[in-house]
Nanobody, 115 residues
Framework: QVQLVESGGGLVQPGGSLRLSCAAS????????MGWYRQAPGKQRELVAQ???????NYADYVKGRFTISRDHAKNTVYLQMNSLKPEDTAVYYC?????????WGQGTQVTVSS
């Protein structure tokens, strides 16, 4: 059974930082592309950052220079370090594991950026 368990969300002031974690089980972690998506109220889910199985990364333009995705293969965990947070970063953040036609989602973790 595949499980993706996110943690690390919360309330932070503008300009602050958070680190999200996603622990994966039930998959061969090194073979999967791992990504972070987010969904704000009334909006579609959108890609934030992705780490491919070969180590490449890509980011949405609106987080470049502020967010960093990384993965720890020993812990089967992918991270999203979020710095210089803005109110518009407020959303539920979801972890995703993807390989060919297989895709799995975590349950999501709320990030709220507000003073």
């Amino acid at each position: 059974q595949v499980q993706l368990v996110e943690s690390g969300g919360g309330l932070v002031q503008p300009g602050g930082s958070l680190r999200l974690s996603c622990a994966a089980s039930g998959i061969t972690f090194s073979l999967y592309a791992m990504g972070w998506y987010r969904q704000a109220p009334g909006k579609q889910r959108e890609l934030v950052a992705q780490s491919s199985s070969d180590g490449g990364t890509n980011y949405a333009d609106y987080v470049k220079g502020r967010f960093t995705i990384s993965r720890d293969h020993a812990k089967n965990t992918v991270y999203l370090q979020m710095n210089s947070l803005k109110p518009e970063d407020t959303a539920v953040y979801y972890c995703n594991a993807h390989r060919f036609l297989s895709a799995y989602w975590g349950q999501g973790t709320q990030v709220t950026v507000s003073s």
